[in-house]
Nanobody
């Protein structure tokens, strides 16, 4: 069974920082692109940042210059460093990863259950 588990969410004041982590575990033998999405109350889920297997990142305009996505292929992990946080960054943050699972010939997209980030004074 394949799992993506996020950690690092919490309550932070405006202007503060948080670092989210995502770890993939289970029976797979390849990881492709990884990414972070978020969903705020009453809003649709949106892409925050993505990173290719080669390490090329992309960001939503709303987080450029404040957030940094990275990955550690040896640990099957991705990270999201969030700086200069704003109240509008409040959301549940979800990790995604394209995994090549045992018995499959193509990558499949997996999602974590999310971690809540609250930016408030």
């Amino acid at each position: 069974q394949v799992q993506l588990v996020e950690s690092g969410g919490g309550l932070v004041q405006p202007g503060g920082s948080l670092r989210l982590s995502c770890a993939a575990s289970g029976s797979f033998f390849g990881i492709g692109a990884m990414g972070w999405y978020r969903q705020a109350p009453g809003k649709e889920r949106e892409l925050v940042a993505g990173i290719t297997s080669a390490g090329t990142p992309n960001y939503a305009d709303s987080v450029k210059g404040r957030f940094t996505i990275s990955r550690d292929n040896a640990k099957n992990a991705a990270y999201l460093q969030m700086n200069s946080l704003k109240p509008e960054d409040t959301a549940v943050y979800f990790c995604t990863a394209d995994l090549l699972v045992l018995g499959s010939t193509s990558y499949m997209e997996f999602w974590g259950k999310g971690t809540l980030v609250t930016v408030s004074s």
